[in-house]
């Protein structure tokens, strides 16, 4: 799979996240989130694990988290995945 | 569920809840959106270009995710327009409920406190990061609205004395020659001085986020409040990072914005560790070089002027097909 345009899915509300995907050379994730500190490599675990399941090796990655659980994050980027690869 | 707000009677609506809430119902903006519940409109939230304003919730609807909604849309929307972070202003006593959205706390002073989504900073500074030097290195942010010979000067005489300098060029799209042109002129009338790096302000000074009013020209009351806050966005966060202690500016006799700004940086500056230092402005024909006077000249019929005004580079620019095309579109000039 390869990000080929823009797309963003999720909300801001509690305990979900936004995701935010733009196409670029290399993979860079960068996550934000309410609860970085206790979570953050926990997300950044599951976002790589999402990211290789789909064969996304290059795009910018942008998650603001509020304490979305595994499977909430999940979706959201599988969701973010499929609009941004969409012809 | 969250709506556009189109018919006459949905804005109406949003005037009196926005009104209610203590803000003022201030157009223009790009999105208007709110959330009804049994007829009334309960929450309501405006985004210009990536400014979100205007942000109420009825008091009765409050404690729920109504806000969250709202801002949702706004965001994923000025997303897919091409925006990739997004400002508040707000009190600084409601700072904590943005920062549950992710919003981070650019700078607070007095009465406001100026917030950003996207961690937009932190990747414009990345971006630069080969660019820093050591220092100490100074810094002049200016529009370049077109370059003239009074830049050049006031460049020339501040990079002798610092090791590098830094030059912002306003990156704001609301003058007469588009950034892109600015830019060129800067980039070719600096191109022989070697301790002269070019950077662009992105949205982080003298820019309509930071400093609405430098654009509005003359300088409403209101403007104190942002220069300041524009003045420690630059002083907390652009200064340390590129190693700047010094910042450069030409005495302004003319603009009345230009000169409270001279002012606010002499008063705030020197107390966040920034060394202000202002330098005449370089003199043609019996008064100072401005860019404004340079632009008078093009609307006038005296372009014959122009060569002692603005450099070589510039004059080029100005009288190309490109540069004719932006000042002259008509193509009334001789």
Not at chain 2, 70 to 99: A, C, K, M, N, W
Not at chain 2, 112 to 117: D, I, K, R
């Amino acid at each position: 799979m390869k990000i080929s345009r823009k797309a963003q899915a999720g909300t801001m509300q509690s305990s979900d996240l936004m995701v935010f995907l733009e196409p670029a050379e290399t993979l860079s994730i960068s996550i934000e989130s309410t609860v970085l500190k206790q979570f953050g490599a926990l997300i950044r675990a599951k976002v790589e694990e999402v990211l290789t399941r789909n064969g996304v090796d290059s795009g910018e990655v942008r998650i603001t988290d509020r304490g979305a659980l595994d499977y909430a994050i999940e979706a959201r980027l599988e969701t973010a995945l499929e609009r941004a690869t969409e012809e | 569920m969250v709506t556009s707000l189109l018919s006459t009677d949905d804005l109406r609506q949003a005037c009196d809840l926005i009104d209610a809430s203590g803000l003022t119902f201030e157009p223009p903006f790009d999105d208007l959106v709110g959330v009804y519940q049994s007829g009334r409109l309960v929450a309501v939230g405006a985004r210009e270009g990536h400014i979100l304003k205007m942000l109420a919730v009825a008091p009765e609807a409050q404690g729920g995710t109504l806000l969250d909604e709202v801002v949702t849309v706004l965001v994923g929307r000025g997303y897919q327009e091409g925006l990739d972070s997004f400002f508040i202003f707000t009190s600084p006593s409601q700072v904590t409920s943005f920062e549950a959205l992710n919003f981070h706390l650019l700078v607070a002073s007095g009465k406001t406190a100026l917030l950003e989504y996207g961690e937009g900073l932190k990747r414009y500074l990345n971006r630069h990061r080969r660019q820093v030097a050591p220092g100490p290195n100074g810094a002049i942010v200016a529009n370049c609205n077109p370059f003239t010979l009074g830049h050049r000067f006031l460049i020339e005489r501040a990079a002798r004395q610092v090791e590098r300098l830094y030059l912002f060029v306003v990156r704001e799209e609301l003058s007469l020659f588009p950034f892109e042109y600015r830019y060129k002129m800067v980039r070719e009338g600096t191109s022989d001085l070697a301790n002269v790096t070019l950077l662009d302000t992105s949205s982080y000074a003298v820019s309509s986020v930071t400093f609405p009013t430098y654009f509005l020209k003359d300088g409403d009351p209101g403007g104190a409040l942002q220069m300041e806050l524009d003045l420690m966005l630059f002083a907390n966060h652009i200064a340390p990072f590129f190693n700047i202690t010094r910042r450069f500016i030409g005495s302004e006799p003319l603009s009345p914005t230009t000169a409270g700004y001279n002012a606010a940086m002499h008063r705030i500056l020197p107390t966040l560790g920034i060394e202000v230092t202002e330098l005449e402005r370089a003199e043609a024909d019996g008064g100072p070089i401005s860019a404004s006077r340079v632009r008078k000249l093009l609307s006038g019929s005296e372009p014959g002027e122009l060569a002692r005004l603005v450099p070589e580079t510039t004059l080029n620019f100005l009288l190309s097909r490109e540069g004719r095309r932006i000042w002259d579109p008509k193509g009334e000039a001789a």
